[in-house]
């Protein structure tokens, strides 16, 4: 099965709401997870990471929340904006092994002006 | 601000053949690699290539792919006789370095098509 995984696979807001997007990893080996954006037609953009001795790492509207107790990573976006629109990856590592980040299917977020 | 350029963006070929997908990665970057993505699925690791080497593989890079860094600005990957099964995007990253403080930069890959 999938080390990463999430629980939305589409999640619509209108503009201006706070979103959030979740996703759940297996490995309890893992320390390093990052977020990442990708846009219809590009590559996968990196947005914040957040290594496993943090719970919460605050970037430019966005905050990444970690639960190491479940499992559970959680990318919080403020005021949410059209431009926002595309699909959402969590990525994890494990530290001090080889740094292949696991993606998870990823949750398209649709953002309604 | 530095990118990951990949070509071409389109690549149609018919089964059997032989490409080359190219990237130039980050010129400071040292740890170079290749995902693809399945129309509608999740992004898959491939190879990561460190020291002029192939540091991991997964168990889709058979023996039908390979990488080279022909010289200090190129990273490429070659499928020897594509599949139907072949036909994603492919993406090739670099990185600095490993581990927290160097997450992965992508370009904005490759569309094969096999026919």
């Known amino acids: 099965g999938e080390s990463v995984g999430l629980h939305l696979p589409t999640l619509s807001v209108q503009e201006g709401d706070n979103s959030i997007i979740n996703c759940a990893y297996s490995?309890?080996?893992?320390?390093?997870f990052i977020w990442y954006k990708q846009e219809s037609g590009k590559g996968p953009q990196f947005i914040i990471d957040i290594r496993s001795n943090m719970d919460k790492r605050q970037g430019q509207r966005v905050t990444v929340l970690l639960n190491k107790t479940v499992k559970h990573l959680s990318l919080q976006i403020a005021a949410t904006q059209p431009g926002d629109s595309a699909v959402y990856f969590c990525a994890e590592n494990i530290m001090g092994g080889s740094y292949i980040p696991t993606f998870g299917r990823g949750t398209s977020l649709i953002v309604h002006p | 601000e530095p990118e990951v350029t990949q070509t071409p963006s389109h690549q149609v070929t018919q089964m059997g053949q032989e490409v080359i997908l190219r990237c130039v990665p980050i010129s400071n970057h040292l740890y170079f690699y290749w995902y693809r993505q399945i129309l509608g699925q999740k992004v898959e690791f491939l190879v990561s290539?460190?020291?002029?080497?192939?540091?991991?593989k997964s168990e889709i890079f058979d023996d039908q792919f390979s990488v080279e860094r022909p010289d200090g600005s190129n990273f490429t990957l070659k499928i020897r006789s594509t599949k139907l099964e072949d036909s994603a995007m492919y993406f090739c990253?670099?990185?600095?370095?490993?581990?927290?403080?160097?997450?992965?930069?992508f370009g904005n890959g490759t569309r094969l098509t096999v026919t």
């Open positions: 490995n309890s080996a893992s320390d390093y």
């Open positions: 290539f460190y020291n002029n080497e192939i540091s991991e």
């Open positions: 990253a670099s990185s600095p370095g490993t581990g927290d403080n160097s997450p992965l930069h």
